[in-house]
């Protein structure tokens, strides 16, 4: 097994910095998308991204500090508004775009996509 294996994805994509410079760009890019920017209107981007930053570093193996609602709860008002596969996959989108950006490897994008994915049915409140 090499070292890398061993490794949890947080600390392959770079740890803290690494989670933190790409929450900020990543939400800088949603804020922009004509898709989804109109769900996060009324969103205290600030608490938002603080938010996504312990999610993100609990989901990839880090420290876990996450301590907001789970994913049901948290986006059943976005279903009201009519959020749906289209907007979660441009989320995805938006997510992996940001981290090829950050010149992530592909493998460990795809294994975040598999992480993303895998909260679908939570998100979609299904």
């Known amino acids: 097994m ?3 294996a061993s490794r949890s994805l947080f600390e392959q994509i770079g740890g803290e910095a690494a989670v933190n410079a790409a929450v900020d760009i990543f939400y800088r890019r949603v804020l922009a998308d004509h898709r989804i920017n109109r769900f996060f209107d009324s969103t205290d981007m600030e608490q938002q991204a603080a938010k996504q930053k312990a999610f993100l570093t609990m989901a990839f193996g880090g420290p876990n ?3 907001g609602t789970d994913m049901r709860t948290a986006h059943a008002k976005f279903v009201k508004m009519g959020l749906d596969d289209t907007h979660f ?3 995805v989108e938006d997510l992996a775009i ?3 950006e950050l ?3 592909q493998a460990l994008i795809e294994q975040v996509a598999a992480i993303a994915e895998s909260t679908r049915a ?3 409140n299904r």
Do not use: G, R
């Open 2 to 4: 090499s070292n890398t």
């Open 65 to 67: 500090d996450y301590s």
């Open 89 to 91: 996959d441009a989320v």
């Open 98 to 100: 940001t981290l090829q």
């Open 103 to 105: 010149n992530v490897p």
């Open 122 to 124: 939570d998100v979609l």
